[in-house]
């Protein structure tokens, strides 16, 4: 375990579904990450937040809803997938905004949208 | 065109060779961060690093941030090695690039 723990390991959804990963840190880092990581494609940051506000979202469609109820909890609600978004989905989270220090990642959600 | 470009994209070497893996990127940095990759996703940092080397064990990073360069050497390497090597570089605005990865496979 790195210290941060992602929920679950492995996630199959039909494209009406509705479901969420979950991300849990509890090594007092103050901002947290969502990463999309596709076959062969280098990872893609998809959201960022410090200090439980959200600050970065880089474009991605609002079928992805990020949360982040406090600063050790992440959550990425989906609905209405395509089968595209399946992937590796990676939380990580750091000590400083910047990702300077202490970055560290979950083990990751794999997702397929069926 | 990749900001991150990283070579080899694959690599097998034999138990106890010294492995090299190089990272070039466009942009403009204040850090570097190798990650490993092991099977079944998990991500781990290697290194952050902004300048001149850094050794863990038997690791090895370098970076010239003139050249825009970096180098991940892995001594008397070992089949526990075996993963993808990700080079990331950020810049003071949060911003991490990512390159695709280097396969490393090493044989017993």
């Known amino acids: 375990e790195t210290g941060v723990t992602q929920t679950p390991r492995h996630l199959v959804m039909g494209m009406t579904n509705k479901k969420s990963l979950k991300c849990e840190q509890h090594?007092?880092?103050?901002?947290m990450y969502w990463y999309k990581q596709s076959a062969k494609k280098p990872l893609e940051l998809m959201f960022v937040?410090?200090?439980?506000?959200?600050?970065e979202n880089n474009s991605v469609p609002s079928r992805f809803s990020p949360e982040c109820p406090n600063s050790s909890h992440l959550f990425l609600h989906l609905h209405t997938l395509q089968p595209e978004d399946s992937a590796l989905y990676l939380c990580a989270s750091s000590q400083d905004p910047t990702g300077d220090y202490g970055y560290t990642f979950g083990s990751g959600t794999r997702l397929t949208v069926v | 065109k990749n900001e991150v470009e990283q070579s080899p994209q694959n690599l097998t070497a034999q138990e106890g060779e010294f492995i090299t893996i190089n990272c070039s990127y466009s942009v403009g940095i204040s850090a570097l961060h190798w990650l490993q990759q092991h099977p079944g996703g998990g991500i781990v940092s290697l290194f952050m690093l902004s300048s001149g080397k850094k050794k863990h064990g038997r690791l090895i990073a370098t970076i010239n941030i003139q050249e825009k360069h970096s180098s991940l050497h892995i001594t008397a390497s070992h089949p526990r090695d075996s993963a993808v090597y990700i080079c990331a570089p950020t810049n003071t605005g949060n911003q991490f690039y990512f390159g695709t990865g280097t396969s490393l496979t090493v044989i017993p």
């Open positions: 090594l007092g880092h103050n901002a």
């Open positions: 937040y410090n200090f439980k506000e959200q600050t």
